[in-house]
């Protein structure tokens, strides 16, 4: 017996924050009986879980996809405003995936997408600091001044950013490590040093970098890379 939103999280519904949503929203069932309480728990391989009142379905084989996401995509499976998401990216993959934490519409680059519930959040919690690496173009050219603030930490919505590494590539190219996940993250940090993003793309995700992979292409993470990955996400 395991609890339920682990199970959940295992079948690639959605990550254990987010199917503990799905459980208060009333929205999973066991056995015929809707399920609210998070301490509950069922057994995958007997019970009849339901989400929605569609049957969930262990994945027969945990699977990790890597995606250079364009321009114009929605980081989520489905859009209410009907905009085109990552999932029209990859079709033709018969698992149930989902992406692993945010990337923008205006946003490109690197993305995971995977079925493996456990990594997901491993991989999206703060507490375990997994970098995320963009490289940015600015309007102006931010000075060192400008520079030591975003590695210091700057306050977006009332919340100071957690120190970054910050690099310059050039009068208006910046490359910002951060290791949170936060809505638009670098688009506000550098919003707040008064130098707007013009174009952001994400180039690596913890240990995981592919500067072959085509904008628009998707490929598996090797297992030598979703190890790299799970060690990275250990602490």
């Known amino acids: 017996m395991e609890r339920l939103q682990k199970i959940l999280s295992q079948a690639g519904v959605a990550s254990r924050r987010a199917s503990e949503k799905l459980m208060t929203d009333g929205r999973v069932s066991v056995n015929g009986t809707t399920v609210t ?22 994945p027969e084989r945990p699977l990790y996809l890597l995606l250079n996401k364009p321009r114009g995509y929605v980081t989520t499976r489905s859009d ?69 603030r975003l590695a210091k930490g700057v306050t977006i919505e009332g919340e100071r950013t957690g120190p970054a590494e910050v690099v310059s590539l050039g009068p208006s190219r910046l490359r910002i490590t951060v290791r949170e996940g936060r809505n638009r993250q670098v688009r506000k940090m550098c919003d707040a040093i008064g130098h707007p993003v013009e174009q952001l793309r994400r180039v690596a995700i913890g240990p995981i970098r592919d500067p072959k992979l085509k904008t628009g292409y998707w490929r598996e993470l090797t ?13």
């Open 37 to 58: 309480e998070l301490g509950t728990k069922a057994d995958a391989s007997r019970d009849d879980i339901r989400v929605d009142g569609s049957r969930i379905k262990i």
């Open 80 to 148: 209410p405003q009907k905009r085109p998401t990552v999932i029209d990216l990859i079709k033709g993959v018969p698992e149930y995936v989902y992406p692993v934490g945010r990337l923008d519409y205006d946003s490109e680059g690197l993305l995971i997408l995977t079925n493996d519930g456990d990594l997901a959040a491993r991989l999206t919690h703060p507490r375990h600091g997994v970098p995320r690496v963009y490289e940015a173009s600015v309007l102006g050219s931010p000075d060192e001044h400008d520079l030591k």
């Open 223 to 235: 297992p030598q890379e979703v190890e790299r990955l799970r060690r990275a996400a250990a602490s």
